[in-house]
């Protein structure tokens, strides 16, 4: 079982920075790729952007690439996401989740991922 608790959301204005945090616990030494996804009011959840095991290779979807950067830290069980020059469009629920089977080392689509978080809310406005 792996547990994944995330943080840093809020409130912020246009244009301006958040780091998401996510930490994991349990049997966190079977972690494979880890990747962030964020659901907005009405809308289906969507994948956002992927670190596999050994930070060797990310993946992001086009809306976000140049602005976000996913990192993790091994050691700390820890994984970032570094949100830049943020829209009102990017306001959601951002969800971390983790993958502990070998194959796909960034997986994009939720069903490649084993366990979840229970998400953080970033609101940015306008």
């Known amino acids: 079982q792996v547990q994944l608790v995330e943080s840093g959301g809020g409130l912020v204005q246009a244009e301006g920075s958040l780091r998401l945090s996510c930490v994991a616990s349990?049997?966190?030494?079977?972690?494979?790729?880890v990747g962030w996804f964020r659901q907005a009011p009405g809308k289906e959840r969507e994948f956002v952007a992927a670190?596999?095991?050994?930070?060797?290779?990310?993946f992001y979807t086009d809306s976000v690439k140049g602005r976000f950067t996913i990192s993790r830290d091994n050691d700390k069980n820890t994984v970032y996401l570094q949100m830049n020059s943020l829209r009102p469009e990017d306001t959601a629920i951002y969800y971390c989740?983790?993958?502990?089977?070998?194959?796909?080392?960034?997986?994009?689509?939720?069903?490649?991922?084993?366990?979840w978080g229970q998400g953080t809310q970033v609101t940015v406005s306008s």
């Open positions: 989740a983790a993958r502990v089977r070998p194959g796909f080392p960034v997986p994009r689509l939720m069903g490649q991922y084993d366990y």
């Open positions: 349990g049997r966190t030494g079977s972690s494979y790729g």
């Open positions: 670190v596999s095991r050994s930070s060797d290779n990310t």
